[in-house]
Nanobody, 128 residues
């Protein structure tokens, strides 16, 4: 089981990026897939999560209305669309998966520790 995150980069404030998470070895449909981020000097935090049974969840107030998690119709890729990016969004972004599809209903340490599989991160830098 592997997760491949991509789509990060350098973007100016106000710009957009779309991160992609492609799992291999399992089908997205049966899992909870989450996006997390870790900024320099800060703890990793859950950003968004999605499961086919329970929908989409956002955990960070500052990204609500700007970030959207989704999956494609084939259930093979999970996206994090990030609009109106701000310097404080700068972080390494990770996607992770839990075999328990209810995991999205949890937050913080429970959500983080509940993820069974983690991909390598993709760097997002928001700077002018």
């Amino acid at each position: 089981v592997q997760l491949q995150a991509s789509g990060g980069g350098l973007v100016q404030p106000g710009g957009s990026l779309r991160l992609s998470c492609v799992p291999s070895g399992f089908r997205v449909y049966y899992y909870a897939i989450g996006w997390f981020r870790e900024a320099p000097g800060k703890e990793r935090e859950g950003v968004s999560c999605i499961s086919s049974a329970y929908g989409q969840f956002n955990y960070v107030d500052s990204v609500k209305g700007r970030f959207t998690i989704s999956s494609d119709k084939s259930q093979r890729t999970v996206y994090l669309q990030m609009n109106n990016l701000k310097p404080e969004d700068t972080a390494v972004y990770y996607c992770a998966a839990s075999s328990w599809d209810r995991m999205c209903m949890y937050r913080d340490d429970v959500l983080d520790k509940g993820m069974n599989y983690w991909g390598k991160g993709t760097q997002v830098t928001v700077s002018s």
